[in-house]
């Protein structure tokens, strides 16, 4: 489940439930609008701010640095957020 908490007018926390096992980390993609249709690419490094598909990539790490906060957003904007599991 995806959790939002501290909300402003242009930011939030974004959580989320830990996947089953231990997977290394997670990367979070972002779309306004609907959900992201990119699907990441094994042995593809991914950063912050890249594109994904028509989603941009808001998180890449690991659960320890959960919640993570997502700025500059766009007030009455919807947002919808993927969020995938790697090793």
């Known amino acids: 489940a995806i959790t939002f908490s501290n909300l402003t ?14 997977p290394t980390g997670y990367l979070v993609v972002r779309r306004t609008g609907a959900s992201p249709t990119g699907i990441p690419v094994d042995g593809t490094t991914y950063a912050v701010n890249a594109a994904l598909g028509d989603g941009t990539v808001e998180f890449v790490g690991a659960i ?6 997502d700025a500059s957003l766009t007030q009455n904007t919807e947002y919808f957020y993927d969020v995938f599991a790697y090793n």
Not at 11 to 21: E, I, L, P, Q
């Open 9 to 22: 007018t242009t930011s939030y926390d974004v959580g989320f439930t830990a996947a089953a096992g231990a």
């Open 64 to 69: 320890g640095s959960i919640p993570f906060n």
